[in-house]
């Protein structure tokens, strides 16, 4: 499914991350993802739920159906579920747990991290944050020197209330907004500060 940013929502969140650079010293990076990992197993899921349904239809319905179109017809109820499935991040999200979902968001967010080179700034004040759209999730993984720097009672709350968002595209630069006040008191902007990391945000539609 592909990922759209209006953009209204592309330059505020853009304002946001140059504002947090100019004003901090963390080096911030923003990424947004359609979807963390597979959902093949969603899909097979709902293929089935479907099959069932397109069975029990076939067994209890008025109409009469030829015995060796059943076969045929419970396969075409699952294909029509799994392709349903496919386009519906709705459906994906009704199919697994709220947990899991954590899970592949945390997971995918920590490649991310390693990827663009985010943990290898000169004073170790990266930070990661990435919405993933099926999720409605929003995981944040900042460096060493961002959390040594920030008190961890603040730090976790404030990522805990981010986290904890049902979270969709229109709300990352409030999201960001909200990040500037704490990483501006801990970690105010130094002059040797220097711009290591790209400031485009990343769309990854797959």
């Known amino acids: 499914m592909a990922t759209k940013i209006g953009p209204a929502v592309a330059a505020s ?3 946001a991350v ?3 650079e100019k004003s901090s010293s963390v080096e911030l990076v ?3 993802r359609a979807r963390s990992g597979s959902y093949a197993i ?3 899921r709902f293929a089935a739920l479907a099959s069932f ?3 029990v ?3 209890f319905s008025p109409w009469t159906f030829a015995p060796e179109l059943v076969p045929l017809i419970v396969v075409f109820g699952y294909g029509v579920g799994q392709l349903t499935s496919n386009f519906s991040n709705a459906i994906r999200r009704l199919m697994t747990n709220a947990r899991d979902r954590a899970e592949r968001v945390r997971t995918t967010a920590a490649a991310a ?3 663009r080179g985010v943990g290898n700034t000169r004073r170790e004040t990266g930070m990661l944050v990435m919405l993933s759209q099926l999720e409605r999730r929003i995981e944040l993984i900042a460096d060493r020197g961002v959390l040594d720097a920030v008190p961890v009672l603040e730090w976790n709350q404030l990522a805990a209330s981010i986290r904890s968002r049902n979270a969709r595209i229109e709300d990352l630069p409030e999201v960001l907004r909200s990040l500037e006040p704490l990483l501006v008191r801990h970690l105010p902007a130094a002059a040797a500060d220097v711009d290591e990391l790209s400031n485009e945000m990343r ?3 797959e």
């Open 53 to 55: 349904a397109t069975l």
């Open 13 to 15: 969140v853009a304002d």
């Open 57 to 59: 239809f076939v067994l």
């Open 203 to 205: 769309v990854v539609s």
């Open 30 to 32: 923003v990424e947004v």
């Open 113 to 115: 991290f390693v990827e």
């Open 42 to 44: 969603a899909d097979a």
């Open 18 to 20: 140059r504002s947090i």
